[in-house]
């Protein structure tokens, strides 16, 4: 069946460094979204990819869609405690179905 | 505007029980989705309605679930008996009309976290 794959599954970095998770998908998705959990709470949605190859920039946080539209990243520079907690992306087949990624828990070592 | 609620946000019920759990939607929100999440694994897809109906079931584990959502509002999820590996937290989403990429947003409940002993 159709999966979604992440690596890694945990990260732990100090404060300051960069990060960044990668999601691949066995089939072409229609876009992609990036969800963010704090510990103890729920996915938040961060953003949505469409295009092939788009890049997308919050603040210190990049997300990238890739050209076959099968993976994307999500890279933070300078990494803070705020930070922390489980990053999923979550991507669109072309059947509308969105299937999640198993996460990348990040801790931040201040 | 209120977001996802869901209820109740945690149950601890005993194998062979019966449980419900409740999901109020963002008002105008068409699609609903149910997902699980089980210690700390992915989150994994368990059903999906448009309004009242169901638009895809693929993901509910076997026939102690039952999803409802009559009226296109609420939805329910109900599981009867439960069983031990039911234990985790179950999430709501909706989302406004999906195929229109720009709303197709999924909006999160808090979760119910449910635990069977």
Same mark, same amino acid.
């Given at each position: ?14 404060? &300051? ?6 999601? =691949?998908s @066995?089939?072409?998705? @229609?876009?992609i979204?990036?969800?963010?959990? *704090?510990? #103890? ?11 092939? #190859? ?5 603040? *210190?946080?990049?997300?990238q869609? #890739?050209?076959?539209?099968? =993976? ?10 705020? +930070?922390? &907690?489980?990053?999923?992306?979550? &991507?669109?087949? @072309?059947? +509308?179905?969105?299937?999640?990624g ?9 | ?7 109740p ?7 062979g029980?019966?449980?419900?759990l ?15 999440? %089980? ?5 994994? /897809?368990?059903?999906? /309605? %448009? ?8 993901g509910? !584990?076997?026939?102690? /679930? ?11 999820l109900?599981?009867? !008996?439960?069983?031990l ?33």
């Amino acid at each position: 069946g159709q999966q979604v794959m992440q690596i890694p599954q945990y990260q732990h970095v100090q404060e &300051g460094e960069d990060f960044t998770t990668y999601c =691949n998908s @066995s089939t072409t998705l @229609s876009n992609i979204q990036w969800y963010k959990q *704090r510990p #103890g709470g729920h996915p938040v949605f961060l953003i949505q990819l469409v295009k092939s #190859g788009e890049v997308k920039k919050q603040k *210190r946080l990049t997300f990238q869609f #890739g050209e076959a539209k099968k =993976n994307s990243s999500l890279h933070i520079t300078a990494t803070q405690t705020t +930070d922390v &907690g489980t990053y999923f992306c979550a &991507g669109k087949t @072309s059947y +509308d179905k969105v299937i999640f990624g198993p996460g990348t828990s990040l801790s931040v070592i201040p | 505007e209120a977001g996802v609620t869901q209820f109740p946000s945690h149950s601890v019920i005993e194998k062979g029980q019966t449980v419900t759990l409740r999901c109020d939607p963002i008002s105008g929100h068409d699609n609903l989705y149910w997902y699980r999440r %089980v210690m700390g694994k992915e989150i994994k /897809f368990l059903l999906h /309605f %448009v309004k009242e109906s169901k638009q895809d079931e693929s993901g509910m !584990p076997n026939n102690r /679930f039952l999803a409802e959502r009559t009226g296109g509002t609420y939805s329910t999820l109900k599981v009867q !008996p439960a069983e031990l590996e039911d234990s985790g937290v179950y999430f709501c989403a909706s989302s406004q009309a999906s195929g229109i990429l720009a709303k197709n947003i999924q909006y999160f409940g808090a979760g119910t976290r449910l635990s069977v002993l």
